[in-house]
């Protein structure tokens, strides 16, 4: 993902579609957020990752699906 993330950061910024304050009010968290995940990740318990996964994933599509139904 980083790759494919690089890549696309790249070309949008030669075509001129990069947006400095939006990439420090974003990128930069990002950036530090999953630098703690994934040394997270490797300290916790595999089930406790699921969960967080499994919620995750849950309120994703309950979110999609509210904002499908407010549009009809």
């Known amino acids: 993902m980083i790759a494919t993330g690089a890549m696309g950061s790249s070309v949008l910024t030669y075509y001129g579609f990069m947006n400095i304050p939006l990439f420090i009010a974003v990128g930069i968290p990002t950036l530090i957020a999953s630098w703690i995940g994934a040394r997270l990740a490797v ?4 089930w406790l990752l699921r969960l967080i996964y499994a ?4 309120i994703v599509g309950l979110y999609v699906a509210y904002e499908a139904l407010v549009k009809l």
Not at 43 to 46: H, L, R, V, W
Not at 55 to 58: A, E, G, H, L, R
């Open 55 to 58: 919620i995750s994933i849950i």
């Open 43 to 46: 300290k916790s318990p595999p």
